[in-house]
T-cell receptor, first 117, second 115 residues
Framework: SAVISQKPSRDICQRGTSLTIQCQVD?????MFWYRQQPGQSLTLIAT?????????ESGFVIDKFPISRPNLTFSTLTVSNMSPEDSSIYLC??????????????FGSGTRLTVV | AQSVAQPEDQVNVAEGNPLTVKCTYS??????LFWYVQYPNRGLQFLLK??????LVKGSYGFEAEFNKSQTSFHLKKPSALVSDSALYFC?????????????FGKGTMLLVSP
């Protein structure tokens, strides 16, 4: 299965600023997914990122707040813009476990723990 | 819409005893079910999956899960718990989002294994 390098692993940011999170995959993948895990909560899908097209955002998430880039098949970034304390969460990227589809599950990055003060 | 429910926020068990972490699902069609574990300050790690075949699925670290279609359940089990098993466990099901399939997760169950 794919190996994902996600960074930064954690950061403490001032409100009103932006943070860009990076995920690098060791193989080419068509789709990458970005999740948010708020404190004490489950994972919620933010958006799906395909190379060469705009990301598809889920209900409650908008591009202006969470712009995503997908310049190639091994890399993606998620930016958390104009941060407020409510954005304090763990952000994770994910890719399908194999080219053959969901049967091999999904691989997750190690997560970025964001604290906004 | 596909969903999973984990009815317990926390499960406490003594080391050496069997453990069960419960999960029920709601899907249309055949379910693709998964269990993941999250250790403190770590990402999600895949434990096991059920796609088709035997109802008893064996996974990593001695964990197994039993798929029960009539009860729409996919409980995680281990015959003998270790203190190192203490972590947050998530049940997940394949779901469709905006034309793409990925996972939707339960709220998680904290497993605490006491020495």
């Amino acid at each position: 299965s794919a190996v994902i390098s996600q960074k930064p692993s954690r950061d403490i940011c001032q409100r009103g600023t932006s943070l860009t999170i990076q995920c690098q995959v060791d193989s080419q993948v068509t789709m990458m997914f970005w999740y948010r895990q708020q404190p004490g909560q489950s994972l919620t899908l933010i958006a799906t990122a395909n190379q060469g097209s705009e990301a598809t955002y889920e209900s409650g998430f908008v591009i202006d707040k969470f712009p995503i880039s997908r310049p190639n098949l091994t890399f993606s970034t998620l930016t958390v813009s104009n941060m407020s304390p409510e954005d304090s969460s763990i952000y994770l990227c994910s890719v399908p476990g194999s080219r053959t589809g969901v049967g091999d599950g999904y691989t997750f990055g190690s997560g970025t723990r964001l604290t906004v003060v | 819409a596909q969903s999973v429910a984990q009815p317990e926020d926390q499960v406490n068990v003594a080391e050496g005893n069997p453990l069960t972490v419960k999960c029920t699902y709601s899907v249309s069609g055949n379910p693709y079910l998964f269990w993941y574990v999250q250790y403190p300050n770590r990402g999600l790690q895949f434990l096991l999956k059920y796609i088709t075949g035997d109802n008893l699925v064996k996974g990593s670290y001695g964990f197994e899960a039993e798929f029960n279609k009539s009860q729409t359940s996919f409980h995680l089990k281990k015959p003998s718990a270790l203190v190192s098993d203490s972590a947050l466990y998530f049940c997940a099901v394949r779901a469709w989002f905006s034309g793409y399939s990925t996972l939707t997760f339960g709220k998680g169950t904290m497993l605490l294994v006491s020495p």
